[in-house]
């Protein structure tokens, strides 16, 4: 089991965590099953208990994985323009790719800061400093009930 971590330890040694390709290690960490031991928090829809995002922590960095969604026409069209879904979704309209939010970066940016977790059900703006206040002294691997919006 210790060789199979020996990536995220020199990962984490040698450089600065910040910096990371937070897309590279999320997929690295479920690749090799190790998510769920520095997960913090799921959050899941009300509806259905659709998965939508997971908040964990490597080293001192909190980071939340959000799956990819689709927005109802109407939302999407409100939301963005069609240069910026041709470019940034993955059909060229309305599947938008998930993404792994630095959580600590984006509470330095003001209280307001936050992301958007979204699936067919429900979609809710999650405020980073808030976040962080609630899973500041979760302890990897030992994550809390979900967080159902």
């Not at 699936?119 to 979900?146: D, M, W």
Request: proline letters at 5%; charged letters at 25%.
């Amino acid at each position: 089991m210790a060789g199979e971590t020996n990536w995220l330890t020199t990962l984490i040694e040698q450089t600065e965590v910040d910096k990371v390709d937070r897309e590279l290690l999320h997929s690295r960490l479920v690749e090799q099953g190790l998510l769920s031991r520095v997960t913090l928090v799921k959050v899941q829809c009300r509806a259905r208990r659709c998965q939508i995002a997971t908040v964990f922590r490597v080293g001192p960095v909190t980071m939340c994985a959000v799956r990819d969604y689709k927005y109802s026409p109407g939302l999407n069209a409100q939301r963005s323009v069609p240069r910026a879904r041709e470019k940034n979704t993955l059909d060229g309209d309305h599947h938008w790719p998930g993404h792994v939010y630095d959580v600590n970066e984006l509470a330095h940016w003001g209280v307001e800061a936050g992301f958007d977790v979204v699936c067919r059900h429900a979609q809710q703006t999650i405020n980073a400093a808030e976040l962080l206040g609630i899973v500041q002294s979760v302890e990897p691997g030992k994550p809390l009930p979900p967080i159902v919006i």
